[in-house]
């Protein structure tokens, strides 16, 4: 099993180009330059990094630190410190929780520009659910992540982000935001509606994916709750449904896939090692629980 992980990796850095990048637009694509880097949708550098990352990528990986470099610098919005993608759904808190964990996950904690985009998502992220939770700020227009009910996904992949911040490092108000995240997660109680709490939240939530990129599924959502140590009956219904898909021989199945990836790591409707290895750690930590 560890062998095929690298194996896979080293497929996934196979397909680097001369500059240490993955897929680029041309010039001449609609979306260039804002969107270099971030498009084509799970083969451009910023989802290849996630896939590594997500993979296990050995951490001091000499091959990701042009990559990682490109990224963020290109992405990275100066005056408003934070990373987007120019005045297209701006601000966007999972791209910047995607690149908070990049940058963790890699170097080992927050540089500067996490820094700073954790001091904004601290003063603007909101966490309405179903209708506006008090005064609409200046980023409400964008209603796609800041909609009466605020996007979801923004607010899981803050938090992990957040997770991959040593606890030494977390500033009062980064403890704040992930006490934020983490209370919105639990009223959602991690894929469930808050509202008709035996409905899924959204559509798919509930089938197993990996790797998981803007969206999660319910066990990354369990996973990031397991890194922060999370304990509480909120999550018992989740469990069980975790333990629901588990089959008899112990293995989990991958439900959802993935389109478009630099590489394939597994087969719908077929065991899934990625999937089994969280769901097992998940339900060691949470045995309790169930």
Request: some cysteine; overall charge neutral; glycine content about 4%.
């Amino acid at each position: 099993m560890i062998q095929s992980r690298q194996n896979i990796i080293e497929r996934i850095f196979s397909f680097q180009n001369g500059n240490g990048l993955w897929e680029v637009i041309p010039e001449s694509h609609k979306y260039f330059p804002d969107y270099l880097h971030y498009v084509p949708n799970y083969k451009a550098s910023v989802w290849t990094l996630i896939l590594l990352a997500e993979l296990q990528c050995r951490r001091d990986d000499d091959r990701v630190v042009k990559p990682l470099i490109e990224v963020k610098n290109h992405l990275y919005d100066e005056e408003h410190g934070i990373y987007s993608l120019k005045e297209d759904h701006f601000p966007i808190p999972c791209l910047n929780g995607n690149m908070l964990f990049l940058d963790c996950y890699f170097n080992g904690g927050p540089d500067d520009k996490s820094k700073r985009l954790l001091e904004f998502f601290y003063d603007y992220q909101r966490f309405d659910d179903g209708k506006y939770e008090g005064a609409k700020n200046q980023f409400c227009s964008n209603t796609s992540c800041y909609g009466k009910h605020t996007c979801y996904w923004g607010v899981v992949k803050l938090l992990k982000g957040i997770s991959f911040i040593p606890e030494s490092q977390r500033s009062k108000e980064v403890k704040s935001l992930r006490d934020k995240c983490i209370d919105f997660v639990l009223k959602h109680k991690v894929c469930y509606s808050s509202h008709q709490p035996s409905k899924i939240m959204i559509n798919k939530i509930d089938f197993l994916t990996f790797p998981n990129f803007y969206k999660s599924d319910f066990l990354e959502i369990l996973w990031i709750l397991a890194r922060e140590k999370i304990t509480s009956m909120e999550i018992t219904s989740a469990l069980e449904l975790l333990q629901s898909k588990r089959r008899s021989d112990g293995t989990w199945e991958l439900e959802r896939e993935m389109n478009n990836m630099v590489v394939s790591i597994g087969k719908i409707n077929q065991p899934n090692q990625f999937i089994t290895e969280r769901a097992n750690e998940v339900s060691s930590i949470f045995s309790n629980e169930i």
